[in-house]
Antibody
Framework: EVQLVQSGAGVKKPGESLQIFCQTS????????IGWVRQMPGKGLEWMGI????????RYSPSFQGQVTISADRSISTAYLQWSSLKASDTAMYYC???????????WGQGTPVTVSS | EIVMTRSAATLSVSPGERATLSCRAS??????LAWYQQKPGQAPRLLIY???TRATGIPARFSGSGSGTEFTLTISSLQSEDFAVYFC?????????FGQGTKVEIK
């Protein structure tokens, strides 16, 4: 059974750093792109970026390029989303997603809520 | 960037009726189009990929059509569990982009 299990809620102050993770199981981690999607409170879905764990090829949305870092550790089948300096506007739910048939997303993590507030 | 535009923010439909949702791409995405359903407090769920192929476990009352720039998601007979928000997503070009979402509510 394919599972994407995300880390718990993050509560941070502006300017702090944060890394959230997505631990996967039930499939060949290296063989599927895995990405991140943001959903701000009461809003729609925004694709942030995606990584291919097989060769670490990474693509970012221009809206998020330079704002976050996506990485993956094949040895533990886990993907990461990292901020070096959070802003209040980063407050949102973050989903990790597994790519399927091109770049549609067939499996979603449960979501990690991130709150950035002074 | 390809912009995905929904036809309506909200669709009010009675149970048992047909719901038709539309999504337009600002340029051709061929058939690289997916639809997702999201219920309150839950992660989205893949319904349709390749514009018209149902994902595993998705009931036959959900169907997708279209290619190029115009796409439709049809729910043939709305069940109570279908009242939710629906998003389209293109995966033809980087960056991948989602439409704003259409809320299907009970009439």
């Amino acid at each position: 059974e394919v599972q994407l299990v995300q880390s718990g809620a993050g509560v941070k102050k502006p300017g702090e750093s944060l890394q959230i993770f997505c631990q996967t199981s039930g499939y060949a981690f290296a063989g599927h792109w895995i990405g991140w999607v943001r959903q701000m409170p009461g809003k729609g879905l925004e694709w942030m970026g995606i990584i291919y764990p097989g060769d670490s090829d990474t693509r970012y949305s221009p809206s998020f390029q330079g704002q976050v870092t996506i990485s993956a550790d094949r040895s533990i089948s886990t993907a990461y989303l990292q901020w070096s300096s959070l802003k209040a506007s980063d407050t949102a739910m973050y989903y990790c997603v597994r790519s399927f048939s091109g770049y549609s997303f067939d499996y979603w993590g449960q979501g990690t809520p991130v709150t950035v507030s002074s | 960037e390809i912009v995905m535009t929904r036809s309506a923010a909200t669709l009010s439909v009675s149970p048992g009726e047909r719901a038709t949702l539309s999504c337009r791409a600002s340029q051709s995405v061929s058939s690289n189009l997916a639809w997702y359903q999201q219920k309150p407090g839950q992660a989205p769920r893949l319904l349709i990929y390749g514009a018209s192929t149902r994902a595993t476990g998705i009931p036959a009352r959900f169907s997708g059509s279209g290619s190029g720039t115009e796409f439709t998601l049809t729910i043939s007979s709305l069940q109570s569990e279908d009242f939710a928000v629906y998003f389209c997503q293109q995966y033809s070009n980087w960056p991948l982009t989602f439409g704003q979402g259409t809320k299907v509510e009970i009439k």
